[in-house]
């Protein structure tokens, strides 16, 4: 799963970039398989994916270390739950940013 997450946020970071740095992919615009969220990803879009991602792979963590429990330490479960709640509320306010600054335009 954390593969498959770390994958997909790759394949969006690299065709966002191409389009809003090198060139624009007009030529895909009519084809079939071409992806709904091409053209239309942006800075603060990627961002918030960015920080979703992290928030999944954190969880995933933090659920394989609660089904471990009985190895591990109380202060290596304080710290992955810290830090996965560091991450949960960096993409809340990313979020809240991200609308906030989309209703000034």
């Known amino acids: 799963v954390d593969v498959s997450l770390l994958m997909n946020l790759l394949i969006n970071i690299m065709f ?3 389009e809003n740095f090198v060139s624009k992919m007009d030529d895909l615009h009519s084809h079939a398989d071409r992806p709904d969220w091409m053209g239309s990803i942006g ?11 992290m928030v999944a792979i954190s969880g995933i963590e933090l ?6 429990v009985d190895t591990l330490s109380d202060r290596h479960l304080m710290w992955l739950v810290g830090i996965h709640i ?3 509320l960096s993409g809340l306010v990313f979020a809240i940013m991200d609308k906030l600054q989309s209703g000034q335009h």
């Open 16 to 18: 966002s970039g191409y």
């Open 43 to 53: 800075f603060s879009d990627l961002k918030i994916k960015l920080i979703g991602s």
């Open 63 to 68: 659920l394989k270390a609660f089904m471990n």
């Open 86 to 88: 560091t991450f949960l």
